[in-house]
């Protein structure tokens, strides 16, 4: 195993806030971009943080895919919720400490890159590109969906160019446009949930004219808590793990903030908590108002609202689910940027995506990524089952991998950080080192289960296969590297 150090990259190269522990040469250091380059800009704020990180995570998954997961679990299915909570809990607390105390604008993949050399780096950020890029199609495919409802005249893939046109434009101009678009994007989504946490709770307690109060009985009869037992609750927890994807962008936006390593540190504190609340306590009320083997949980946020008397409910969730779709596919196009540009600017992909305009954004790395989500936006409209659905199945368990190479790399960056320069960490992972492994063996635990689920197993070999390629990939140029140092006497 290698141990680079820390990449020699300052805020002149990249934004980012000085070399970390280590610094040294030969540890895959950002590369400066071409003459006339400028650098990325500093002016996301706290709250643009904040809601980023609540715009990546709370997509059309929460408002529409619960459903399933209740039908699948029962009321159990807060348990699997649970679980999934602890586990993101603990992976952004650890991603939370290694940004904070060495923000940078490729985030874990520069930490892979540090802890284990440049093959993981390129690994693990072409990989977490590779995935946002497709997911950030769904979003763009979902959204254009619910525009041909409204109009239906229109064809589905006009809707999903225009989308993509429309926020690869957004993306294109300043980072502070980009965070206030998206403040407000998260902003109609957040008071969207509020609201219906706040209508939930009073049916519940029956405070609320002509609506009969259902008190426990959907959580406790029909079958009990546990209505198809223990397998259920692990099928649940297959099917929402990933639900919390989108989080670790608010990592990738330190080096754009006026004050990256606080302001990293306080997004991931509070984003956490408010994700955590509102996915569990928006789940619970479903649970609680609308019985687990309902015919009604197709979507249930819709059934809630029309048994409760609010005119239109169908209409109303339509615009939040279209908003959420909308600021999730913002903040995908955002990330992917970012991962391609850090890339880039360490010598891990094409040195074109290193150009910065004088707005301080990486335009090239933008259209780059845009470009294959317009791609797979057609490709999700025109051939969803014979191409499309292959994509779809390749980022499947992506996230695990990326999750998993958090976990190893701030398992090995702790201990430098403690021994090299403490006052960076900010931020400190809870109960280090056991925690830690904790994640490691839970995460290994959730892959194998995936083997033994009909529908997870296609997800989990298709994401292998993927993985495979390109760690393939990066361990064959580590190894031309190496060689051309050798041959050359180590002059580079």
Do not use: C
């Not at 330190?254 to 609340?277: F, G, K, M, Q």
């Amino acid at each position: 195993m290698n141990s680079p150090q820390t990449p020699d990259s300052t805020a002149d190269h990249d934004g980012d806030t000085g070399p970390g522990p280590g610094s040294g040469p030969d540890s895959g250091r950002a590369h400066p971009g071409p003459e006339g380059t400028h650098h990325l800009g500093h002016t996301l704020k706290p709250r643009h943080m904040t809601m980023l990180a609540l715009g990546g995570a709370i997509g059309a998954g929460l408002f529409v895919g619960t459903g399933a997961g209740i039908h699948t679990a029962g009321p159990g299915i807060l348990i699997s919720y649970a679980l999934a909570s602890v586990l993101v809990l603990l992976v952004m607390r650890m991603l939370g400490e290694m940004a904070a105390a060495v923000p940078r604008s490729g985030s874990f993949s520069e930490y892979a890159g540090v802890a284990f050399g440049r093959w993981a780096g390129f690994t693990v950020g072409w990989l977490y590109w590779w995935m946002v890029t497709i997911v950030l199609a769904v979003e763009a495919s979902g959204a254009a969906a619910i525009a041909h409802g409204w109009a239906p005249g229109i064809p589905i893939w006009v809707f999903s160019l225009v989308i993509m046109l429309v926020f690869t434009g957004a993306n294109l101009l300043t980072v502070r446009s980009f965070g206030e678009s998206e403040f407000w994007f998260a902003t109609v989504k957040i008071l969207a949930i509020v609201g219906f946490l706040v209508l939930g709770v009073l049916a519940i307690v029956g405070w609320l004219p002509d609506v009969d109060a259902p008190g426990l009985s959907n959580l406790t009869g029909n079958g009990g808590f546990l209505p198809n037992g223990w397998d259920g609750v692990i099928t649940g927890l297959l099917a929402v793990a990933f639900s919390f994807g989108g989080l670790e962008i608010v990592t990738i936006a330190a080096a754009e903030s006026n004050d990256p390593a606080r302001n990293v540190a306080r997004a991931v504190r509070t984003a956490v908590w408010r994700i955590l609340l509102f996915y569990i306590g928006s789940v619970a009320i479903v649970a609680t108002l609308l019985p687990w083997d309902s015919d009604r949980l197709g979507s249930p946020y819709v059934s809630v609202l029309e048994d409760i008397g609010i005119p239109g409910a169908a209409h109303v969730m339509d615009v939040v689910v279209f908003t959420a779709l909308l600021s999730a596919l913002n903040s995908m196009l955002y990330g992917a940027s970012r991962m391609a540009f850090s890339l880039s600017r360490r010598g891990e992909g094409p040195r074109q995506l290193s150009r910065v305009a004088g707005n301080g954004v990486p335009r090239t790395a933008v259209l780059a990524s845009s470009a294959f989500g317009f791609l797979a936006a057609l490709l999700n409209v025109w051939w969803p089952e014979q191409v499309f659905k292959h994509l779809l199945n390749s980022v499947g368990a992506m996230l695990l991998f990326v999750w998993f190479a958090i976990a190893a790399s701030q398992l090995v960056l702790r201990r430098r950080i403690e021994r090299e320069d403490p006052d960076r960490l900010l931020v400190r992972m809870w109960g280090f080192p056991y925690l830690t492994w904790f994640v490691m063996l839970a995460l290994a635990a959730v892959s194998i289960l995936m083997v033994f689920d009909a529908t997870a197993r296609p997800q989990l070999l298709s994401s292998v296969v993927v993985v495979a390629v390109v760690l393939g990939f990066a361990l064959v140029r580590e190894a031309r590297r190496r060689d051309l140092r050798r041959r050359a006497g180590g002059r580079f």
